[in-house]
């Protein structure tokens, strides 16, 4: 029998309802889905909202599609779990998945305390990491300004940090790159971890050879992370060179748009369509991507080096990713001015593209890391 057959139903439990697939965690989730379908996986989605429609695109490729509230209120913060895992508990989803004995796929550490529930406890459980997440909310205290907020992520991390140990009590642990999976062997020895990268947008690489005439920093612009690295690009690179800097993304906050106005090499797109961001990626000389924590894998990374031309990163963005050659790596304000000025003139050519297709294709094939997700899961 080959992977396929009758029998492959599957429950996904999602943190967010994952369409439209328009920021990191949901991109993975919503194309993961789209190539189960289109692999013949019979897919129960369960999905958590609290602000997002429903979505008939899901119901099109999944058999079934229920969703959740989230417990969005003070009751679920003062709790030794995270607000994140206890806020999205439900005796429903618990009661759904016991109607059968398929696997259970869990997106992201949000999703574990449904896992966790006893009357699960002899069902395939599979967590999906997208994070080390306490690691990541340390991060965003030291970089919130708020103090309320910076509280909150402060205590979140510390309860992340000891809620890991849980995902012991999972088959199996798929973590979307390699740095994570050696953190995880590292501190749990025991646990069977797999290195699956995110799901993505490109089938293939869609490049445009020749010219651009701007740098361009995308990402979701009311997320500190990347608030913090684009206020660095405006002050220590674009304020001090001629050259033009779009940014583009989700939702940028006043203080952002009104920092913007005070150059006139640098312009702000806000909640662009998809397309309309394809053909910015496209048209750039430069698409520059820069993040001061190195955890998980960065989807919007991936996504330049399938559409874009050079890309200017520095070095946390790539840790554990193998794609430090399909890029230019600096770690300095001096030596992205020194990159942009020495590559403005230089053409992006059909070899540039082909080697960027042969090294994405030996990891970052969907077609490819479906099938290894289907062994896991079924075998």
């Not at 103090?147 to 991390?157: A, N, P």
């Not at 031309?309 to 520095?314: A, E, G, L, S």
């Not at 070095?315 to 020194?338: P, W």
Request: aromatic share 12%; charged share 25%; glycine share 4%.
């Amino acid at each position: 029998m080959g992977i396929v057959s009758k029998q492959n139903h599957l429950h996904i439990v999602s943190f967010d309802i994952p369409f439209p697939a328009n920021y990191g965690g949901v991109i993975d989730v919503f194309y993961k889905l789209k190539y189960l379908s289109e692999n013949q996986v019979l897919i129960h989605l369960h999905c958590f909202e609290y602000g997002r429609q429903h979505s008939k695109e899901l119901e099109q490729i999944c058999e079934s599609v229920n969703y959740y509230p989230r417990r969005n209120n003070l009751r679920a913060q003062f709790s030794a779990w995270p607000y994140i895992v206890n806020s999205r508990l439900s005796n429903r989803l618990v009661k759904n998945l016991q109607k059968d004995d398929f696997p259970i796929l869990f997106e992201g550490m949000h999703t574990l305390g449904v896992g966790l529930d006893i009357r699960l406890e002899k069902r395939k459980k599979i967590y999906r990491e997208s994070n080390i997440e306490h690691h990541y909310y340390n991060h965003l205290s030291l970089v919130e300004k708020n103090l309320f907020k910076k509280s909150f992520y402060k205590i979140e991390s510390q309860k992340l940090k000891w809620f890991e140990k849980n995902i012991a009590y999972f088959d199996n642990t798929l973590v979307v790159s390699e740095a994570d999976k050696d953190y995880l062997n590292d501190k749990y020895p025991l646990l069977d971890v797999v290195y699956l990268p995110s799901f993505h947008a490109n089938a293939k690489v869609d490049i445009l050879e020749g010219l651009g005439s701007y740098a361009l920093y995308n990402g979701n612009l009311s997320v500190a992370e990347n608030i913090e690295a684009v206020q660095y690009l405006i002050a220590e690179v674009f304020s001090k060179i001629d050259y033009p800097f779009i940014i583009a993304g989700l939702n940028p906050t006043n203080d952002l748009i009104d920092s913007v106005k005070l150059y006139p090499n640098i312009s702000i797109k806000k909640n662009l369509h998809d397309n309309e961001m394809k053909s910015l990626v496209q048209h750039a000389q430069f698409n520059i991507l820069t993040t001061a924590q190195a955890t998980g894998l960065k989807l919007k990374l991936l996504n330049t080096l399938y559409q874009g031309r050079f890309c200017i990163v520095n070095d946390k963005m790539l840790r554990g990713t193998h794609l430090d050659e399909y890029c230019i790596v600096a770690n300095s304000s001096t030596l992205i001015i020194e990159k942009i000025k020495k590559l403005q003139k230089t053409p992006f050519t059909q070899s540039d593209i082909s080697i960027r297709e042969a090294g994405l294709s030996n990891l970052y094939d969907n077609r490819q890391n479906i099938k290894k997700l289907m062994r896991t899961c079924f075998e």
